[in-house]
């Protein structure tokens, strides 16, 4: 099981999104599939339509008070399974600072996942801070992936979380740690800006950004409020179009998996 973190320490640019829809459409490929919630905000689990997972979160095992394997739930997608997020991975971010191996609780808990599960990837969904959690998923990612939103700042923030992956790649926490995708989202064809920004991104990244850029839509931002990923809220609008091709892209990136 390879495992891959979809990071970007800036909110609102779509790194929730493309870790709820990608694992759905890699799922619905055939791929198996799970999805860890790390935020506390738990926004991946509610557009997946699950309630109530009070105490199935990470939360326990990140404490070494349970194994992640008892905390994996199953959706109503085939091949497609989820840890939860939950408000007590808050308190994760204090109780765990306080321990000697507090960098790599989330990599020790993950490791008989990764060894023994029946899984071809796990896609975390981390919160949008440079916190515990973050840094977590950082030292137990095999590799990261970073949606950036197609406007002028994305470069500065993108800078950011390339520099805080050397950090972590070059202290020995995760040696093999790589910036191995960056994916442009709300992309808008018809302004001049989204062009100018993947072309920049493009010129400083080649080919780790992704071919397929995910745009800008109304429906995209609704699907969660109803439970749903895009594959099931509308499956043939554009948002759906472009991650199913999304998930292609990163099968074809990853023909281990």
């Known amino acids: 099981m390879k495992i891959i973190a979809i990071a970007n320490q800036k909110g609102g640019v779509g790194k929730t999104t493309t870790a709820v829809n990608l694992a759905a459409c890699l799922a619905a490929k055939g791929k198996q599939i799970l999805l860890l919630d790390l935020d506390p905000q738990a926004n991946a689990t509610s557009a997946l339509g699950i309630t109530d997972t009070e105490g199935k979160s990470m939360y326990e095992p990140l404490i070494g008070q349970a194994a992640a394997a008892d905390h994996i739930l199953a959706t109503r997608f085939d091949n497609l399974w989820i840890i939860p997020g939950d408000i007590n991975l808050a308190g994760a971010e204090i109780e765990v600072a306080r321990q000697e191996d507090h960098l790599t609780r989330l990599r020790t808990a993950m490791e008989p996942l990764r060894n023994h599960a029946p899984l071809d990837f796990a896609i975390m969904d981390c919160p949008p801070s440079l916190g515990i959690l973050m840094t977590n998923a950082l030292a137990a990612a095999d590799e990261i992936l970073v949606p950036i939103q197609c406007e002028y700042f994305a470069l500065e923030g993108l800078s950011k979380i390339d520099n805080i992956i050397h950090q ?11 910036l191995a995708g960056i994916i442009m989202t709300m ?20 080919e780790r950004v992704y071919h397929t850029m995910v745009p800008r839509t109304v429906r995209l931002g609704e699907a969660p409020s109803f439970g749903k990923p895009i594959l099931e809220y509308e499956p043939v609008g554009a948002g759906a179009i472009a991650y199913n091709a999304l998930a292609k892209e990163f099968i074809a990136r990853h023909p281990q998996g």
């Open 168 to 178: 972590i790649a070059d202290s020995g926490v995760n040696p093999g740690l790589t």
């Open 187 to 206: 992309f808008d064809v018809r302004t001049n800006l989204s062009n100018q920004v993947v072309a920049e991104v493009r010129k400083h990244f080649g």
